[in-house]
């Protein structure tokens, strides 16, 4: 086994550009270093909302063996440097899954111990049920150890071989040598990733990227041209006063997948959401943007009143309310960026065109239309409107033309 380079080891992981890539560059050391690698499989808990924790795995035989029983979300793979890694996320509700805890993982987080197995030294009583498959896969060797981070654990990793030896104390040695620098760069990544996804989750990419980017300080705002979308459910005061608070919160759940995916599959970003309510945002760029941008959003509104009309059939069957809701939708400038105190900020919009916005939607009910437009949004655009008369916004000076489709 030749020697370990750990200064050059380091800056190849700190080169990376992914966790997946970490990864690669480990097993690609360990490999050349003729540990002959056959299964990799890297688990850590994680913060999401959905997520209860992820798991990294790499097979040399990309077989079935990857495969789990268990429910996975937020599925994807990535090549690098001839490894093909799988990144899997699983449920909140499977955490406490039959087939994680009867495994070493909850074993090696809690204890912050290493499992080193010789497969060979067990016919049948085997201590875990994985070893049991490794060894009817061919596999020898098996070891599997915590990634540490102030003498506690999030992380754990495992190898598999099937060298006649297994992996021996000297590969045991090697693995547990890389492994703490591996841990070093993995965990600083691994929580500006997860740090990320939670900006993005709770913000919004797009208002993720500008704060991450260093548009922190207090009155930093910027103007932006933009479709505005606001949308909010029609007698939700009812819906709270008539039905018990989880049915409310379910549903509302509902709602906000529903609108919230059409709207990111519009290229908009959903900015707040406000009890019952969002604003949404399609930024325009140039005047290029607006007639496909307008197009974009005037699909997913067809699709929203498409999904809750066949949504509504559904709640009716079964003895639910109907849930209705209105969208108005308007062209303007708008401010965009840090305000508020100097310990509570907020990243919004602001300016006269976001109010006219929530003022358009509020007449879908008074008017009984689903959506409502303002001129700045039709004028120019290829699709015929019907108007609806000019009214009195509430908070707006002059009369507003409003229109529906």
């Not at 990294?56 to 994807?76: G, P, Q, R």
């Amino acid at each position: 086994m030749s020697s370990f380079d750990a200064v050059q080891f380091a800056r190849d992981l700190q080169g990376a550009e992914s966790l997946a890539e970490l990864i690669a560059i480990w097993l690609r050391e360990l490999n050349a270093k003729g540990l002959e690698i056959q299964r990799f499989n890297l688990g850590m808990r994680t913060l999401h909302p959905q997520i209860a924790s992820q798991i990294f795995l790499w097979n040399a035989k990309d077989e079935a063996a990857t495969n789990l029983n268990v429910n996975t979300i937020d599925n994807s793979e990535s090549h690098y440097h001839g490894f093909k890694i799988i990144n899997r996320g699983f449920p909140l509700s499977d955490l406490n899954s039959k087939e994680l805890q009867s495994s070493p993982i909850p074993k090696i987080l809690r204890e912050l111990v290493t499992f080193h197995f010789y497969l060979p030294d067990f016919s049948t009583d085997y201590p875990f049920p994985i070893l049991k498959d490794l060894a009817e896969r061919k596999m020898t060797g098996y070891l599997a150890l915590p990634i540490l981070e102030q003498n506690r654990s999030q992380v754990f990793v495992s190898f598999a071989n099937s060298k006649p030896n297994g992996i021996d104390p000297n590969e045991r040695a090697l693995i547990e040598e890389t492994a703490m620098l591996f841990g070093l760069i993995w965990n600083s990544a691994a929580k500006v990733e997860m740090f990320t996804r939670l900006m993005q989750l709770y913000l919004g990419p797009i208002t993720a990227g500008n704060l991450l980017a260093g548009q922190v300080e207090r009155g930093d705002v910027r103007e932006l041209e933009a479709v505005l979308w606001f949308s909010d459910i029609r007698d939700y005061t009812g819906l709270t006063l008539n039905h018990p608070p989880e049915d409310v919160i379910a549903w509302l759940n509902e709602y906000y997948d529903l609108q919230i995916n059409l709207i990111h599959r519009a290229g908009g970003e959903v900015l707040k959401l406000m009890g019952d309510g969002l604003l949404a945002v399609f930024p325009l760029r140039s005047q290029i943007d607006f007639t496909p941008v307008k197009e974009k959003v005037m699909t997913a509104v067809r699709l929203s009143h498409k999904l809750m009309e066949r949504g509504n059939r559904t709640r009716v069957a079964n003895g639910l309310p109907r849930i209705e809701h209105g969208i108005g939708l308007h062209v303007g400038k708008v401010q965009y960026g840090n305000i508020g105190a100097r310990d509570r900020l907020d990243f919004t919009v602001i300016g006269s065109d976001v109010n006219l916005t929530s003022r358009i939607a509020a007449m879908c009910a008074q008017l009984q239309e689903k959506a409502v437009f303002s001129s700045a949004f039709t004028d120019g655009f290829p699709e015929k409107f019907t108007s609806l008369n000019k009214h009195k916004l509430k908070g707006v000076p002059q009369e507003t033309e409003l229109f529906k489709r």
